[in-house]
């Protein structure tokens, strides 16, 4: 058998019968568009975060967008992200006609380092995205708390982090919307793209309920505000459905898998590390090694999949160009990019798996 860097199959094949169950239900009734799956899953999951409304829309990219729009973020604005995330986190704010403003990050927990956000606020400044890295929740206490002396809203980017907890507060309601994905290979993951918002703001809600649907008004042809065609499957929210009820299960055996790497790669690079008052999902698993390269091709000759997250900071990224960062600007996101390796990560990773894959970092290290 060999080791996959996420295994959807193996998934899938534990689930079929259920995940069956629930597409036929969807597919022989064709409410494919906003059926009552797509509700259910809504009210299940808002009552799980802890939060009055969750909205699901199109991806965690649009649920992005659609909070930076229910906040009417355009030309003018500034919005404080970390310059270590996934693309989506940035691109949003740009495409709204917004700038961008990065970050660094912690040393430690690879999240936005809430002690350099205020030399980064102007008189432009909106808000704040944060992002939850591999599921590990930031530091919300003092985020909010800048956040409220600045007049700044803050986003929980939590794409990684669903199901992750912070001081016994689960992630998508540590701020004033968070936002998750249902991207397949994500902690809650769907059968193609998804998303989902969540907030205790009603005002904010129904904003956002209406742009997710061509901004539309009290009635059906009725269109008051800019709005955008964004809404989760019917199909989707009914396989998410059906994993949801397993994804506690499978965190608790990500976070074993975690410990068991812990263990043995303490030895061999630097480690993401969690605070005790927090709850990481281990979404994704990574090491930062000066012997990157040579780690990454002993795995590779042993069929062990793996990737880098992410090999160029965003403030590097050439679509950022005209912002005008260069190389030094973000020493800790740097460095974590030039040292970063995520291996394998899912909860069908065996103990061979991970005695094969911990083996060969020992003996790559005796090598070199
Ligand atoms: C996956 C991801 C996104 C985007 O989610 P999609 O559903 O793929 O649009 C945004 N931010 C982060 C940090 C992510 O990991």
Known sequence: MS?????????????????????????????FVMGPQVTELEEKLANYVGVKSAIGCGSGTDALQLALMAYNIGPGDEVIVPAYSFIATAE?????????????????????????????ITPHTRGIITVNM?????????????????????????????????????????????????????????????????????????????????????????NIRQGINSRLDTIQAAILLVKFNHMQE???????????????????????????????????????????????EALTAKGIPTHIYYIKPLHLQEVFDNLGYKPGDMPVTEDICQRNLALPMHPFLSSDDIALITQTFKETKLAV
């Open 3 to 31: 080791i996959e860097f996420v295994d959807l199959v193996a998934q899938y094949n534990k689930y079929k019968t259920e995940i069956d169950r629930s597409i036929n239900d969807v597919v022989s009734k064709a409410h």
């Open 92 to 120: 949003v704010i740009t495409f709204l006609g917004a700038k961008p403003v990065f970050v660094d990050v912690e040393k430690e927990t690879w999240n936005i380092d809430p002690a350099k956000i205020k030399a980064a």
């Open 134 to 222: 591999f599921g590990l929740p930031c530091d919300y206490d003092t985020v909010n708390k800048v956040a409220r002396d600045g007049n700044l809203f803050v986003i929980e980017d939590a794409a990684q982090s669903f199901g992750a907890e912070y001081k016994g507060q689960k992630s998508c309601g540590l701020t004033d919307i968070g936002c998750t994905s249902f991207f397949p290979a994500k902690i809650l993951g769907a059968y193609g793209d998804g998303g989902m918002i969540f907030t205790d703001n009603v005002e904010l809600a129904e904003k956002m309920k209406s742009i997710r649907i061509h901004g539309k008004g009290g009635s059906k042809y009725d």
């Open 250 to 296: 499978e965190i608790t055996l990500r976070q074993r898998i975690a410990q068991a790497y812990d263990n043995i790669l303490l030895e061999h690079g630097d480690l993401q590390i969690a605070p005790s008052d927090m709850q990481h999902t281990r979404c994704n698993y990574c090491v930062l090694t000066a012997q990157r390269d040579v780690y990454k």
